[in-house]
Structure formats: structure tokens, C-alpha cells
């Protein structure tokens, strides 16, 4: 079974960076797609990024885009998400998940919660104004 566990998360100041990581095992990491999802207090858990470890493609929030930076080391079998120009909003538990799909599916699925299926268990970011 798929295991999968983050970390790097912690208090930054807004405009300020963190990397969170994802070493992944259990599971065939080069055939897989990773991707970050966060939940805020009171809110629904969203689509952050993933990415398709096969062919390296990558997707994102529309609220992150041009912010954050997915990235995937397949020696390491380990997913980074590297963020920038932190905003208060951006506080959330982070989580990272694999799913088994292809890389020709499309962002809708790959920011779909539904379409992932191994998941951690989370590390909390949060940002101060």
C-alpha cells in the first residue's frame, strides 16, 4: 500500500517561502501522478498542483500559479512544492496524495480530490500578515 509523508511546513511571514516534501513508497513512483491539496479551517479541501511523474507534467490553482513550484526527484521518489510570496491565505494543512493516473488526463483530474487515492498525513503552513 501506498505511504506517502510530508513535511517542511511551519510559520512564515507573508511573501515568505517554504519547500514542503513528499517521499513516497509502496507504490510504482515513475507510473504515478503526485499532487498537493491543502484544507483551510471551515473550508473544503482544494487542488493546489500535481504533477504526472512519467512525463513531468505539471498543474495549477489558478490562486498559486506563478507562486508555487511542483517539481519531482525520481531518484529520490520524492514530489517538492516549492512556495513563494506567501499570502495569509495560503494558511492550510497540506497534504500530498498519489494517484494512479495517466498523463494525458487533463488538469480537471489531476485537481480532482476524488482522483487520488494514497494520501499523508498532512503538515500544517501557516502564514502571518
Known amino acids: 500500500e501506498g505511504q506517502l509523508v510530508e513535511s517542511g511546513g511551519g510559520l512564515v511571514q507573508a511573501g515568505g517561502s517554504l519547500r514542503l516534501s513528499c517521499p513516497a513508497s509502496?507504490?510504482?513512483?515513475?507510473?504515478?501522478?503526485i499532487g498537493w491539496f491543502r484544507q483551510a479551517p471551515g473550508k473544503e479541501r482544494e487542488g493546489v498542483s500535481a504533477?504526472?511523474?512519467?512525463?513531468?507534467?505539471?498543474y495549477y490553482a489558478d490562486s498559486v500559479k506563478g507562486r508555487f513550484t511542483i517539481s519531482s526527484d525520481n531518484a529520490k521518489n520524492t514530489v517538492y512544492l516549492q512556495m513563494s510570496g506567501l499570502k495569509p491565505e495560503d494558511t492550510a494543512f497540506y497534504y500530498c496524495?498519489?494517484?494512479?493516473?495517466?498523463?494525458?488526463?487533463?488538469?480537471?483530474?489531476?485537481?480532482?480530490?476524488?482522483?487520488?487515492?494514497?494520501w499523508g498525513q498532512g503538515t500544517q503552513v501557516t502564514v502571518s500578515s
Open positions: 504533477i504526472s511523474v512519467s512525463d513531468g507534467s505539471t
Open positions: 496524495a498519489a494517484s494512479g493516473l495517466g498523463p494525458d488526463s487533463g488538469k480537471y483530474y489531476y485537481m480532482a480530490i476524488g482522483t487520488f487515492y494514497y
Open positions: 509502496g507504490f510504482t513512483f515513475d507510473d504515478y501522478a
